[in-house]
């Protein structure tokens, strides 16, 4: 069974960092793309970042140039580097992945882990 794990999560002041990290296990292969998905209350969950097996990223414009994501292939770790962040950055995170395997798709997702920017 493959399971996802996020850690590094935290509270912060506005301008400050914190480091994103997402363990899984239960894989043999890697993922076709990893990525971290936030929710803030009363919002939709959006997308943040992703990144491919081959580590070509896509960024939300709204932390593109604050916030990195990489991985460890093949161990399946992903990570998020965020920097100067903002009150608005304030959210669960939910780390992801996806792809397919053959023709069977597949998406596991994380519980979780709280990231709180205070102004």
């Known amino acids: 069974q493959v399971q996802l794990e996020e850690s590094g999560g935290g509270l912060v002041q506005t301008g400050g960092s914190l480091k994103l990290s997402c363990v899984s296990s239960?894989?043999?292969?890697?993922?076709?793309?990893m990525g971290w998905y936030r929710q803030a209350p009363g919002k939709q969950r959006e997308l943040v970042a992703t990144?491919?097996?081959?580590?070509?990223?896509s960024y939300l414009d709204d932390v593109k140039g604050r916030f990195t994501i990489s991985r460890v292939n093949p161990r399946n770790t992903v990570y998020l580097q965020m920097n100067t962040m903002k009150p608005e950055d304030t959210a669960v995170y939910y780390c992801?992945?996806?792809?397919?395997?053959?023709?069977?798709?597949?998406?596991?997702w994380g519980q979780g882990t709280q990231v709180t920017v205070s102004s």
């Open positions: 992801n992945a996806r792809g397919k395997w053959g023709h069977a798709p597949y998406e596991y």
């Open positions: 239960g894989s043999k292969f890697s993922f076709d793309v």
């Open positions: 990144i491919t097996s081959g580590r070509a990223t």
